[in-house]
């Protein structure tokens, strides 16, 4: 058996260019592009069809937020991708945000969340969302009471959790639940269906992409495994968006992010740049470090990169091509890559070959009405 298993994983690797190519990236030393695993839900918040169907009311509804215009679906909506399609993330009416709205495709599999990875779950995710500032600016309590005046809620909170009244906790659970539905089917992407046997899966160039890819392109650094992303932080020196040059409320998000994740007074008062996973660790060596994003359903959700800066794939593989951008704190990993304009084609064919053949649309469902309480 486990002579066999060696075998498979040794035609796998060769068979995603993961033998060929010239650089030492290409000797298989990082987990190969694979389809992705189940998903699993954590112990304290199994999933049922019950709650999922609730998450998802709940993840469409506008009263979970300050004034009743921030729904999760705002920023995460199904036809942009599950993101909101724009540069910057729309933030609370009166402000602006100051990053991409991270698609929810595929978040079930990640184990750090948000551009600087601050939360681990997308039980801590959602609140973070939800009550943010520039988000939702919801408040827990008010939020909790606006549940509590709808009888249809009411009922199903108690079925699904055993409480008399809504909490924001079991809301958020519920909005979790709702999420790890929205997934790659790898029976509709073409790379897992390649990878799972059918070599018809991939046109010409993209196979000579994935070579690509795992070759001289060097990608497979960083973008490895099911989740073609490391979950790791890099700093790829990506330009920072004119927008906040040009926009006041920009700059006053900014500032005021800075601010309240306890940048130093010298740091507050330039605030030039978005320092990313410094706001964690506060070691200078993370300024502007972000987590690498999976690669998966980049077909559907453009703009990339934390600030929204490319349009399409193409900007993207030019950006790498060229070695990233300029910074101090750039990662070694990234080095001009002398790739031909055909290269560019197959590598950007391989990258929509990890997106399914048609997005996950899904119809908002209908809402509960408030009733007065008697």
């Known amino acids: 058996m486990r002579k066999k298993y060696l075998s498979l994983l040794a035609g796998l690797l060769i068979g995603f260019g993961g033998l060929t190519g010239s650089s030492a990236m290409a000797k298989g030393d990082f987990p190969p592009l694979a389809p992705l695993p189940p998903v699993k839900a954590p112990a304290d918040n199994p999933t049922t069809p019950e709650k999922v169907e609730l998450g998802k009311k709940l993840f469409f509804d506008s009263r ?19 993101g909101d399609g724009g540069e910057i993330s729309r933030g609370y009416p009166g402000t ?12 079930a599999y990640y184990n750090k969340l948000f551009w600087e990875g601050n939360v681990t779950s997308l ?3 959602a609140p973070a969302a939800a009550e943010g500032n520039v988000a939702g600016n919801g408040d827990p309590s008010l939020m909790e009471m606006r549940l ?14 055993g409480t008399e009244w809504p909490r924001m906790t079991h809301a958020y659970q519920a909005i979790s639940a709702f999420e790890r539905t929205i997934v790659s089917d790898s029976k509709k992407v073409p790379f897992d269906r390649y990878a799972k046997g059918d070599k018809k899966a991939l046109s010409d160039s993209a196979k000579r992409g994935m070579g690509l890819f795992n070759g001289k392109a060097g990608c497979i650094q960083c973008h490895n495994g099911p989740l073609a992303s490391d ?19 920009y700059q006053i998000t900014h500032r005021w992010e800075h601010y309240q994740k306890g940048i130093t007074e010298k740091g507050y008062r330039g605030a030039d740049q978005d320092m990313g996973y410094y706001y964690q660790t506060k070691n200078p060596k993370d300024i502007s470090k972000f987590r690498t994003p999976s690669l998966r359903e980049l077909k559907y959700t453009a703009p990339y990169m934390h600030n929204g800066i490319f349009y399409t ?35 950007v064919d391989f990258l929509n070959a990890l997106s399914m053949d048609e997005p996950l649309l899904i119809k908002p469902p209908a809402l509960p009405s408030y009733q007065v309480m008697k």
Request: with cysteine; hydrophobic share 35%; net charge negative.
């Open 64 to 82: 979970l937020g300050g004034d009743a215009s921030s729904p999760c679906s705002a920023c995460h909506i199904p036809e942009q991708g599950w």
């Open 148 to 161: 509590r005046f709808m009888p249809e809620y009411v009922a199903e909170f108690k079925k699904i959790f």
């Open 231 to 249: 979950e790791r932080f890099h700093n790829l020196g990506v330009p920072e968006n004119e927008l906040f040059k040009t926009d006041p409320l």
């Open 123 to 125: 039980e801590a995710q």
């Open 96 to 107: 602006t945000h100051w990053r991409n709205s991270q698609t929810i495709y595929n978040s």
């Open 313 to 347: 794939l193409e900007e993207v593989v030019d950006f790498y091509d060229a070695g990233g951008g300029a910074h101090a704190n750039k990662t070694s990993l990234l080095k001009p890559l002398g790739l031909t304009t055909a290269e560019k084609k197959d590598l």
